[in-house]
C-alpha cells in the first residue's frame, strides 16, 4: 500500500512537452525605442531547490543571497532598436556582452531618461549554480560604483532610479552588518502568543510562514534591515540611513517616500506589520515622519473590507512633492456607516480632501497635465465597479461618472486605460490628444475574445474604434496590442495562431495596409503539439447557463470516442448571464505547461480543457451554497456533450485539476459516477483547517458552517466508495506548498481517509516543492505518476 524510489521521467514524447525549449521574455525600455531579449534558463535542478531556505513573516529567500530562493536568473541579452526599422530586416538585433564571470542575470530595471538600465549579475564557478556570498555584481550602464557593495532583494528589486533619472537608489547590507544571522538558542524557548481583554476582532486567514518567536524576530531583522544609498550616476555613493520596506521617489527627485517596517506581528505577514512613513529630504538630509500606523491584523474578512489605517500613500504625479493616500470613512469595515469627521492630521500640512468614494477606493490615474484624474471604486458584494472622472480648473472640480458596471459582464467590457512612463518617472494616462485617452480591452464577445483598441474622449464621453481584427479577416489568427509607441500611431502587435507561436510586428494604425514589420521570428517550442486539433465548443447546463470549454484532439483523431481528460477550475459568479460568457479564443497557439493537459493530446486522448464549472449566486445567495449541486452540473454537461459529440468514450473518462481544481475533482469523484479515474494537484479538502474564509467565500467557519462542512470533500469520503463507479484517486502535493489555503497536511489527511475506506489512491509528496512546481526532475515526476495513473483507461 505504500511505494519508495528515485524519480521516474515518463515516455519520450512527454518528456520533450514538459522540458522545451523556453521563449525569451521582452522587455521594453521606458522610452520605448529599445526591446530587451532575455534569453530563459531551463528549469532548475532539484538540488537548486534543496538549498538552504529563510521562511519569515510569510517571506521565502536564500539567505546567502538575500534573495527571493529559487528566482530564475536568465542567460543572455538583447537588444532591439524599435525606431531603425527596416522593413526587409525588421529590427536588427544586437548582443548586449555580458561579463567574462557572468551565469545569469535579473532585476532589469530602465532610468525614465534612456538609454541608462541597470540589472543584477549572478556569477560564480562552473561547478556550482549557487556559489560564495560575492556572487551577486552589480551591472549599471557606464556606472561601476557599486561592484563592493552586497545588493539585499529579499523584499524585492535591490535598486531603482530617482524619478528625475539623475542617480541610483539601492539597498545594500549595512557597513556594520555582522557576517552571520543570530543564532539559534540552546534552549528553545516557549511559543507564546495573547489576545488582551477588550482587543478588537482580527481575524486572518491561514497564512504560512509567519514569525513564530524572538529569534525569529531577531533574524528576520537581520535579514531585511538594509542600507540605502543614492549614487549620482557621475560621483560615489552616499549612505541615506536604513531603511526596512518600501521607497519612492517623488516626480522632483529630491524627496523620498519612506515606509519603515515596526511593529512585528505572529499572526500577519511582512506586509500587515506595523509600519511608519517617513519622507527623506535627500538634498539637506532632513526626514519627518507623517504617520505611524499599528499592525494591521484587525481586517474584517469580507473583500469589501481593508485597512482601518491611513494607506496607499503615493506622491502626486504631477507635482514635485505632493502627497496623496487613502483613508476609509466605515473604519474598513463595510458593515459600518460612514463617518465624516475622519482624523486628518499627519505631520505635515492639513491635507485637503482630493475626493470621497462611496465604494471601496482601487485606484487612482492622471494625465500629465493634471487637470483630469480617474479614480476607480469597487463593491464586492455584488461584483460592480466605477469609474470617475475629476477635473480641475485649479479653483474648482468636477465629478462626473464614466461607467457602472459589473467586472464579471466581458462582453460589454470597456476596456482599460493605456498608461505611459512619463520623463519623472511616473506613470501617466496615455492620451492620443488632450482629453482624449486610449482603452485597450481583450474584446470578449460571442465570437470568442476579439481584443479592441479604442479612444475615449474625457469630456463627451465619445468613442472611437481605432484597431480590431474583423472576424472575416484574418480568421485563423490572434491578435493583441502590446505597446503604443510615443508617436501614438506605431504599434507593437503580438499575433499567433493554433500552430504558430506569438510572434511581435510593427505596424500603423492610421495607415494599417502599409507593410508591417516582423520584429520577433520564434520558433514553435512543442512541435509534437502540431497537428493537435483546437475547438472552443460551446453547450448548455440543465438549467440553461451558456457553457464552454476548449476542445483539444489527438493529431491520428478519426473520429470514434477515446479516453478523455476533463480538466478544470471553478469559479463563482454573481450574474448568471455574465457566467454564460464565452471566454477565451479559439485561434490561440497549441502549447502547454507544466501545469496543463494538453500534452494528453499527443498519447491519443481528447482534451476537455477549462471546461465551464460557474458556481453562481445571485442576489443576496452566496454562491458556495450551492457549490457541489453547480460543479455536478457543470460537470455532467461536459461529460454529456463530449459523448454527444461522439469523441468521448463515457466508460473512459478521467478528471483532474490543481489548487481548486484539485478541490473540485475530489467533489466530483465523491457525488457523480462520471469519471474513472482523478488527478487532484496541490488541493485542499477538509475546509474547517482554512476557517477564516477561503478562495472567494468571505465568511468564515461560524457564519456558515454547514457550507464548510458541506464543501469539504473529506466528509463525504464514504459516499465516495459508495459510488456506482469508484474512481481512482491520484494526489500530488508539494512538500514545502506555500500556499494560505493548501498545506500539504491537506493532502496527507486526505489520503489517509481514501485509504481508510479501500478507495483506490495514491498520494506522492514532491521534496522541496511549493504550490506551482519548479524542478525538472519533479515535474517530469509528476508527468510520470500521471502517465502511470492514466495507462488503464487508455
Known sequence: MSS????????????????????PSLAISSDSQWLLHTGEPPLPSIELLSKPEEKLAGLRFDPLFLAPSRLDYCFDLKAQHLSLLDGDEGAVMEDIPLPHDSEGIRYIRFNPNPPEYALQQFGGNDDDNVSSEKSHKWVVHSVPALNEKRPNFVNGCSYQFTSDGKSLLCKVVPEDCPSEPPSEPVIPSPQIQTVQSNARKAPTRTYQDLLKNQHDEDKFTYFVSTELLKIDLTTNPTSCGIIPYRIESSPCGRY????KATDFSYSVPFHRFGKEVWVWDLYNNDSILIVSNPVDDEIPLSFDACSRHKRRFQFHPCFPHTLLYAFALDGGDPSNDPFLDEDKHLSL???????????????????????????????WSDRMERKWKLSSNGETSTKTILWERSWEDRYNSPGSPVRRLGKNGKYFLREKKPGQIFLKGAGASSLGDRPFLDTLNLDTGTKERL?????????????????????NDSILISRESKTTPRNYYMTSLSNPTSKEIAITAFPHPQPDLIGVKKELVQYKRKDGIELTANLYLPPDYDGTPRPTLFWAYPREFKNSKAAGQIKGSKHRFVSASWASPVHWA?????????????????????PNDTFIDQIVAGATAAVEYAGTRGVCDPTKCAVGGHSYGSFMTAHLLSHTSLFAAGIGRSGAFNRTL???????????????????????PLMHVKKYSEQERVGK??????????????????????FAALKAFGIESRLCVLPHERHSYRAKESILHMAWEQEEWLKSLE
Open 467 to 487: 484597431w480590431r481584427v474583423k472576424p472575416d479577416e484574418r480568421d485563423d489568427v490572434y491578435e493583441t496590442i502590446a505597446v503604443i509607441m510615443d508617436d
Open 4 to 23: 519508495t524510489g528515485d524519480y521516474k521521467e515518463p515516455s519520450e514524447i512527454l518528456k520533450r512537452l514538459f522540458l522545451p525549449p523556453k521563449t
Open 256 to 259: 523620498l517616500l519612506v515606509e
Open 602 to 622: 499527443t498519447k491519443g486522448w481528447c482534451i476537455m480543457d477549462d471546461f465551464s464549472l460557474p458556481v453562481i449566486g445571485e442576489g443576496d445567495a452566496h
Open 729 to 750: 484517486m491520484l494526489l500530488i502535493h508539494g512538500q514545502v506548498d506555500e500556499n494560505s489555503g493548501t498545506h500539504t497536511l491537506q493532502s496527507e489527511r486526505y
Open 349 to 379: 500640512r492639513e491635507p485637503v480632501v482630493l475626493s470621497r468614494c462611496e465604494w471601496r477606493y482601487d485606484d487612482i490615474e492622471f494625465t500629465e497635465s493634471g487637470t483630469t484624474i480617474l479614480i476607480d471604486e469597487y463593491r
Open 690 to 712: 482554512t476557517p477564516m474564509s477561503f478562495q472567494s467565500e468571505d465568511r468564515s467557519i461560524w457564519e456558515a458552517k454547514d457550507t464548510y462542512i458541506t464543501m469539504s
